[in-house]
């Protein structure tokens, strides 16, 4: 059995730690300072960005402005649908041009401007167009080839002036107001188609034969002057020969064309109303 007065284990010894010596220095455990940062460096919100602001006199002369321009948008909105209205109450029909589609020159949709029941007439007279390009563009290279073989500048020149005023002038003369009687079936259309439709065929007919006047004689690749041409130049007369076949063609096309238009012409009743219309129009200018 342990004594009375044993040791207690948790009492401290009586070591005094300044006797025996002097106390070693503690070592330099002391932390660098950290360096020194800026205000604001963590918190942006108390940063100030300098905004140019305009004054008021600025802001209302710029409101002005918009306004001044809205109102010449609006008047020209205005301006645009006015002659839209007139140009439709007077039958103009503002159309965007779509043919031919590699660079559109002009306006041309059978299929949804015609009536269904007079698209054939019409494309037949499309066709006819596009022969009078194809012969009077064949016929520049039946000159051409005679010019080469001698047989002078002057015949080519006549047939570059013969495609470039007679393609242009079939479409606006006779093949654009069909487009339109067809379109509106107006009886006065109808009857300028006729009178320069009947001058086209006659037109197609003298170039088939090619008499030499009133043209130059071997401007036209017409019969006449294969014949011509043939006995000295075997391929040039070829040329001549199918100039002369396309204009035969042109012609009986033509003649196809101007039949059609006219039977209904007269069986639609037409004729009477042209008749009415140019009354009317004789009263209107008498009075």
């Known amino acids: 059995m342990a004594g009375r007065y044993d040791r207690n284990p948790f009492d401290e010894d009586d070591v005094n730690p300044f006797a025996g010596g002097s106390v070693p220095p503690a070592s330099n455990s002391r932390m660098p300072p950290l360096p020194h940062e800026p205000a604001g460096f963590y918190n942006d919100r108390g ?153 086209h065929i006659i037109f197609c007919v003298w170039s088939a034969v090619s008499p030499p006047f009133p043209f130059k004689g071997k401007s036209f690749a017409g019969f006449l002057p294969a014949i011509d041409i043939i006995g000295s130049n075997v391929i040039v007369g070829i040329f001549y020969f199918v100039g002369f076949g396309l204009f035969c063609l042109e012609s009986l096309l033509s003649i196809v064309v101007i039949q059609q238009v006219y039977m209904y012409f007269r069986g639609s009743g037409k004729a009477a109303q042209m008749r009415q219309e140019a009354t009317r129009g004789a009263m209107r200018s008498a009075f």
């Open 47 to 199: 940063a100030t960005v300098d905004i140019p602001l305009d004054s008021s006199k600025d802001l209302k002369q710029k409101e002005k402005e918009l306004q001044s321009k809205e109102a010449e948008l609006n008047k020209r909105e205005r301006e645009l649908k006015r002659r839209e209205e007139a140009a439709a109450r007077a039958g103009i029909v503002i159309a965007n041009k779509n043919w031919p589609p590699f660079m559109p020159i002009i306006h041309h949709d059978i299929s949804n401007e015609i009536p269904i029941h007079l698209q054939r007439m019409q494309y037949l007279a499309f066709c006819s167009l596009l022969g009078l390009t194809l012969c009077l563009f064949w016929n520049i290279i039946a000159t051409t080839a005679a010019w080469i073989k001698g047989g002078g500048v002057i015949i080519w020149l006549l047939a570059i002036i013969y495609f470039i005023s007679g393609v242009p002038g079939a479409y606006v003369l006779w093949y654009r107001p069909l487009y339109n009687a067809m379109r509106t079936e107006s009886a006065l259309k109808f009857g300028w188609f006729f009178l320069l439709y009947l001058i």
